[in-house]
């Protein structure tokens, strides 16, 4: 465990062609579409390579339901703001969108530990919360980010709470509200361009 130096980039890396699918899939379930990724001139191998990597989620019927962090299903994690409410894959996607984004939001989520709910204000893309929160970000190399990276990381409501419940061998950082938000800044700095883009 990590407690002192956050990382500054989650080093998800993909090509130009993934990235631009990544930001144009954002930009769409943002705003409450859901297309074939076809529709954003996406090409077999880079859907397949997104696909196989845990960065892209798709229907049945090939619609986009989850990129980039956001999902189009209910899960633990949701987005409050002006424009409605959306759902993310982690804890760590509800505080650092909103805080790329510079919007006035509230974060929802649960600790796993004790199950309690947990909220966070996002005010003009700045984050706060009760000090004693804290969110645990796994920093291992992952072959799948939604299973190895999302499925962990969880925001707990103290440090006691989150060493109850990751294991002291684990690979990853402990991050403030605060380091959260920031991280988010830089992983979503390209959709939120994107999004205010005309």
Known sequence: MDCCDPPTTLNLRTTDREQD???????????????RPADLDADPATIQSLQTRGLLVL??????????????????????????????????????????????????TTCPTCGQPLEVNINAGQASADPQLQLWLPTAKCEHVLDELCAHANL????????ASIPEQAIG??????????????????????LQSP
């Open 59 to 108: 229907s049945d019927d090939g619609h986009i339901i989850g990129i980039h962090g956001l999902s189009a299903r209910p899960t633990a994690h949701q987005i409050t703001h002006p424009g409605g409410t959306i759902h993310t894959w982690c804890a760590f996607d509800a505080i650092g969108i909103p805080a790329a984004l510079g919007l006035d939001a509230r974060t929802h």
């Open 173 to 194: 950082s402990i991050l403030t509200i605060t380091n959260a938000a920031q991280l988010g800044q830089s992983t979503w700095n390209a959709a939120a361009t994107a």
């Open 156 to 163: 707990y409501c103290n440090q006691q709470h989150l060493a």
């Open 21 to 35: 699918l990544v930001v144009r899939g954002f930009v769409a379930l943002w705003n409450a579409q859901l297309p």
